[in-house]
C-alpha cells in the first residue's frame, strides 16, 4: 500500500503554482516545494498546530497525495543519517544545526527529504531545528500523484 501524504491550504495540487526548492535563510530548511505531512504520522502538521496554537489545519482546505513508484525520497530517522549528506556553509547558524545542501540533494537525483521526527526517538530536533513534525518537502512536482 502507498504512503499517503496530506497538505494544508489549497485543495488539489496545481504544478502551476510548485516553487523549486531552494536552499533558503534558515539554513536547516528549504525554501519552495512542496511541503506536507504522512496521512498516518504520529506528531504530523496537524498536531503542531494544534499543540503550538499556529492555527486549525482544516481537512476542507487540504489534499491528499501518494508518491510515483519511482520516487526517490530521502528519509531521514536519526541524527547520524545526516553524516554523509552534502551541507552548506551558512553565515546564521547555530553550532548545534546541520545545514543540508537541498540543492545539492537534488542535484543528486533526489526529488524528496521525508523527516521522521517521531519514530526517531526525536533526536533530528536540534540539528534540523525547524522541522518540527512528522513530514515531507518534495523538491521534484513530477513524482506527485494525487488521490482522487
Not at 503554482?17 to 535563510?25: E, H, T
Not at 511541503?35 to 486549525?56: I, L, T
Not at 552534502?86 to 537534488?106: M, R, T
Request: net charge negative.
Amino acid at each position: 500500500m502507498k504512503k499517503k501524504y496530506i497538505h494544508y491550504g489549497f485543495t488539489e495540487f496545481d504544478k502551476n503554482l510548485f516553487q523549486p526548492i531552494s536552499n533558503g535563510p534558515i539554513p536547516t530548511k528549504p525554501l519552495g516545494g512542496l511541503w506536507a505531512s504522512p496521512v498516518d504520522a504520529q506528531y504530523g502538521w496537524s498536531a503542531w498546530c494544534k499543540n503550538e496554537a499556529f492555527g486549525d489545519c482544516d481537512s476542507g482546505n487540504s489534499f491528499t497525495f501518494s508518491l510515483s513508484e519511482n520516487a526517490r525520497v530521502l528519509t531521514l530517522r536519526h541524527k547520524d543519517d545526516l553524516n554523509d549528506l552534502p551541507k552548506v556553509n551558512a553565515i546564521f547558524s547555530h553550532p548545534l544545526w546541520v545545514c543540508l545542501d537541498y540543492e545539492g540533494l537534488q542535484e543528486s537525483g533526489w526529488d524528496a527529504v521525508e523527516v521522521d521526527m517521531s519514530g526517531g526517538g526525536n533526536d533530528l530536533y536540534f540539528p534540523l531545528y525547524g522541522w518540527d513534525c512528522d513530514s515531507i518537502v518534495i523538491f521534484n512536482p513530477d513524482v506527485i500523484v494525487p488521490e482522487a
